[in-house]
Nanobody, 126 residues
């Protein structure tokens, strides 16, 4: 049973930084795709960044390129999202998700993921 668990959210002023963590038990062997999504109030969930564990390739939504970095600690099997130069529009609930296989799109797609965490709130004030 795959169960991602997010942590690291909080409140920060615009221009600040946060680092989110996702501990994903259940996936340890083989290649898979780990990703971050976010959902603002009244909006649909959207892909933020993804990492293919087999090839170590990453992809980002255009809105976060150059500001966010996705990475993985393979020993701890933990996924990270380093968020710099945060903007008020980055506010939302951030979710970690895992799927088997490979992610081909730059930005991860909600429909392709079956295993989701409960989310961690990120609030950026102006």
């Amino acid at each position: 049973q795959v169960q991602p668990v997010e942590s690291g959210g909080g409140s920060v002023q615009a221009g600040g930084s946060l680092r989110l963590s996702c501990a994903a038990s259940g996936y340890r062997y083989g290649s898979y795709c780990m990703a971050w999504f976010r959902q603002a109030p009244g909006k649909e969930r959207e892909g933020v960044a993804r990492l293919n564990t087999g090839t170590r390739t990453t992809g980002y939504a255009d809105s976060v390129k150059g500001r966010f970095t996705i990475s993985q600690d393979t020993v701890k099997n933990t996924l990270y999202l380093q968020m710099n130069s945060l903007k008020p529009e980055d506010t939302g609930m951030y979710y970690c998700a895992v799927r088997g296989g490979y992610c081909y799109t730059s930005s991860p797609l909600v429909k392709n993921f079956a295993h989701w965490g409960q989310g961690t709130q990120v609030t950026v004030s102006s």
